[in-house]
């Protein structure tokens, strides 16, 4: 059955008089056929306003690892609930959900917890400048730290842009965005330690930041030790190290990137998956660095910081994920997909990748040798992708249109079957 999303584009259409678009994030506009007005979630389901049940792989952007809906989290909430929304004062729930990140990331002496991503890192780069007295931050190109003016750098620039790869532009991320919140920035390409070295060297950086696994574009692994060499090039240079988590934290591994890989940064950023859903973000890491909080003037507020309810929804999920029983259900689950895709793809003579990891990878079109950096992803079919999720998405099956697929501990082997049924029929119909 072909399934029509005729209610959801009205809808859409009706609302753009409420919000620009109908929407209330950039990243939920130009969505082929059109943005969703969803319904409810249960497990891996996600239920539209015409009726549709999709099996769902944006996962909220990445924060529903249980799926939709778990009762442990949900229960949580509630019983918190009970008790009050809001006090500008300790919990002892935020006490427990700070000993649970202690206990599961290397790098965490100390937790700071706020409401999204974008703000999290945005303390990370201020405790790196107020570490060290200097004033650069080294990002790299094709990585995302959120939408604020200073970090929405070379993210995901045209060819035409983006300069040399010995020095890349800087390309703004917005119209409207201060053309001075750059000039403290520095962008480099990812997974060339030769480059950062070079640049390191001239001892005025604060911090790099990067996401371990570039999960943004097209889920790209570092180099066999490319990590452990930034991790000794910053020790040597006294520069900050820190990990941008948001994705790959309790993802990729109850100790995300940092635990999988082997690699500890000195300050790390989570979000997502941190609270399956709930609002929830933290800077976490060595407790000099974090504790200039307290003893080196280095501001960090938010009147919803540590929110109760987001506190509880964290330390229901971070329990759930404690035994890491989780993480081999969605390797074997991923594993299935991703192995299923690349079968289809090659039965169907059609030039394609899929790359990354279980519980976050990313198929692509165009071009069968692996994407080893932002440039090489420019050389994918973007237009013939759209076409596959668009096709996906009238057989049932909600993929993001940039490429990546989130798994949940709620897609069984069932929802996978249907899932490799769907892409077999879709990418047919998306044929280049
Ligand atoms: C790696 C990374 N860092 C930071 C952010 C920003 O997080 P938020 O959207 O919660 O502000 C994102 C969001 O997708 C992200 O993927």
């Not at 959801?8 to 939920?28: D, H, Y």
């Not at 897609?411 to 079957?417: E, I, L, R």
Request: hydrophobic residues 45%; neutral net charge.
């Amino acid at each position: 059955m072909t399934m029509t999303f005729a209610a959801s584009a009205r809808r859409i259409a009706e609302a753009k008089s409420l919000a620009p678009g109908g929407v209330n994030s950039n990243f939920r506009l130009g969505i082929s056929p059109t943005p969703l007005v969803v319904e409810r979630g249960e497990g891996p389901y996600l239920f539209d306003a015409d009726g549709n049940r999709l099996i769902d792989y944006y996962l909220g952007m990445g924060p529903m690892i249980l799926g939709h809906n778990p009762r442990p989290v949900i229960d949580a909430i509630k019983a918190q609930l009970e008790s009050g929304i809001l006090f500008a004062a300790q919990t002892e729930i935020e006490y427990e959900a700070a000993t649970l990140v202690k206990r599961l990331v290397p790098c965490a002496e100390r937790v700071r917890f706020s409401c999204s991503g974008s703000e999290a890192v945005q303390a990370a780069i201020r405790l790196a400048r107020a570490a060290t007295g200097r004033p650069t931050i080294v990002k790299f190109e094709g990585h995302y730290h959120g939408w604020l003016d200073n970090v929405v750098w070379s993210v995901a620039p045209q060819a035409s842009e983006m300069g040399e790869r010995d020095a890349p532009a800087h390309v703004p991320g917005s119209n409207g965005q201060d053309p001075n919140a750059g000039a403290t920035l520095d962008i480099v390409v990812w997974n060339d330690l030769d480059r950062l070295a070079t640049r390191l060297r001239r001892g005025d950086v604060a911090g790099v930041i990067m996401e371990p696994i570039m999960c943004n574009t097209s889920v790209i692994a570092p180099k066999p030790g490319y990590l452990d060499g930034v991790r000794k090039l910053c020790s040597e240079t006294g520069t900050v190290l820190i990990f941008d988590e948001v994705i790959t934290g309790f993802r990729v591994a109850a100790g995300g990137a940092q635990a999988l890989l082997g690699v500890t940064p000195d300050l790390a950023v989570y979000g997502k998956a941190i609270a399956n859903g709930m609002p929830v973000s933290a800077v976490a890491g060595r407790a000099d660095i974090m504790d200039l909080m307290v003893t080196g003037k280095v501001m960090h507020g938010g009147t919803y910081n540590a929110h109760p309810l987001c506190m509880a929804a964290t330390a229901a999920t971070l329990n759930s994920l404690l035994d890491g029983s989780i993480y081999a259900r969605i390797e074997a689950r991923g594993r299935r997909l991703m192995e299923g895709f690349e079968r289809i793809l090659r039965d169907r003579q059609i030039a394609g990748r899929v790359q990354g990891l279980p519980g976050i990878f990313h198929v692509s079109l165009g071009r069968r040798e692996p994407i080893g950096d932002y440039r090489d992803q420019l050389a994918t079919d973007k237009a013939a992708y759209v076409r596959l999720t668009t096709a996906l998405l009238t057989n049932g099956v909600r993929a993001l249109e940039r490429g990546a697929w989130f798994l949940s501990d709620a897609h069984d082997d069932a929802t996978v079957d249907a899932t490799l049924a769907a892409f077999d029929r879709a990418v047919v119909a998306a044929r280049p």
